[in-house]
Structure formats: C-alpha cells, structure tokens
C-alpha cells in the first residue's frame, strides 16, 4: 500500500536530518517496503531512503546496503553515503535524471541510444562477473535512470549476491528479443534508423 509515513517514521526521519545537518526538501517515491526523499546540505543534493516500519521484507536496509556497496565497487549505481541501522535510513547519490522509458520515447538519435546501450550492457556484464544479479532490470524500465545521456542503476534493494547474475542476459532480451514489448520495438525501430543512414553514406560514396 502506497501510503504517507507515519509519525513515528518521520520522527527517526527527522532525527537523521538533524544529526548529519540535512534539510527535507520532499517526498519523491513512495513504495511498498520504503520511502524516498530528496534532501540537501548546502547545495549538495541527496536521496534518503526510509524503510517502513510496516514492510515485509526482513533486512532490507542490510541488503541494499550490502549489494550497492559492491556496485559502488564496480562503478555502478548511485554512490552511497551513509546509512543508519537504528532508524532504518540509507543516504546515496541523488540521481537528476529521466527514467529510462521516458528518455527512450523522446526524440532520440541513433548514435546516443548507441552509447547508451553499450555502457549499459557493460555495467550488466561487469556485475555478472562479480556475481551481483539486479533482478529488475526488465519491466517499465525504473530502475535504470539516464544522466548525461548514460545509464544509472538504482535500487539494489531485491539484488542478490546468492543467485546466480543474469543482469545481461535479462537486459538482452528485454531490449532487444522481446518482440512483443513496446521497450524493445522502439529500440529497434531507432536502431533501424541508424542502419538506414549508414546504408545512404555508403551508397554515396562517404
């Protein structure tokens, strides 16, 4: 149930803010095992994460915690700052960016979805190796942020270090084999346009 937080939640909320001199600035996600602020020092932007004292997931702060330190590792993810047992809170890298689903269905060159792609799957292969698996990275495509025109990864909350990582195979098929997805048909359909150009430069000479 996506509700607002309680009053004891916004109390080790506040609790956290004063001790680390953070100030609340709003609400950006609510979910169903944690809430998600966006707050500041100074200029210095920040994402809070509050776990809800009514969520089902047993140590979902030690999880998160645990996975994206070793993204954090790889060069992945959102940098993690600073977390809080006792009240439940982890403080990481805010990230100023779209949802990738909402970047993809923008006015998009060939060449920038291109380079998307390749860092992304790259980010995919290097926590396969390293036995990270995101497993959720398919779906509407939230939990992959873009910045700059390049991937970010965020909530490691489900990630596991246990089973075995599929993060490339699950990214390739969900980009790219899906047929019946409207991700994957816009990604080919502006693959297709790049294939298009280079089929007219080379016909002509260039």
């Known amino acids: 149930?996506?509700?607002l937080p309680y009053e004891s939640e916004m109390e080790r909320l506040n609790e956290f803010l004063a001790k680390h001199r953070l100030k609340l600035i709003r609400l950006i996600a609510k979910g169903h095992s944690s809430f998600v602020f966006l707050v500041k020092r100074g200029q210095k932007?920040?994402?809070l994460k509050l776990?809800?004292?009514?969520?089902?997931?047993?140590?979902m702060l030690e999880k998160e915690v645990r996975n994206l330190k070793k993204a954090n590792k790889l060069g992945i993810g959102p940098k993690l700052y600073n977390y809080d047992k006792k009240r439940r809170i982890i403080l990481m890298e805010y990230v100023e960016g779209k949802t990738f689903n909402e970047w993809l269905f923008e006015k998009r060159k060939s060449s920038e979805l291109i380079q998307f792609l390749a860092e992304l799957f790259r980010q995919a292969i290097e926590m396969d190796k390293a036995g990270?698996?995101?497993g959720?990275?398919?779906g509407r495509g939230v939990n992959i942020l873009v910045k700059n025109n390049l991937p970010v990864i965020i909530d490691f909350e489900k990630a596991s270090q246990k089973r075995k990582a599929h993060n490339f195979s699950k990214l390739?098929?969900?980009l790219l084999i899906n047929r019946h997805s409207?991700?994957?048909s816009r990604v080919l359909e502006i693959l297709r346009k790049n294939k298009g150009s280079y089929s007219k430069s080379s016909s002509s000479g260039l």
């Open 136 to 138: 959720q990275l398919g």
């Open 132 to 134: 990270l698996d995101h």
């Open 182 to 184: 409207a991700i994957s």
């Open 45 to 47: 932007k920040f994402a």
């Open 51 to 59: 776990e809800r004292e009514d969520s089902s997931r047993r140590n």
């Open 1 to 3: 149930m996506k509700r």
């Open 172 to 174: 390739l098929a969900y």
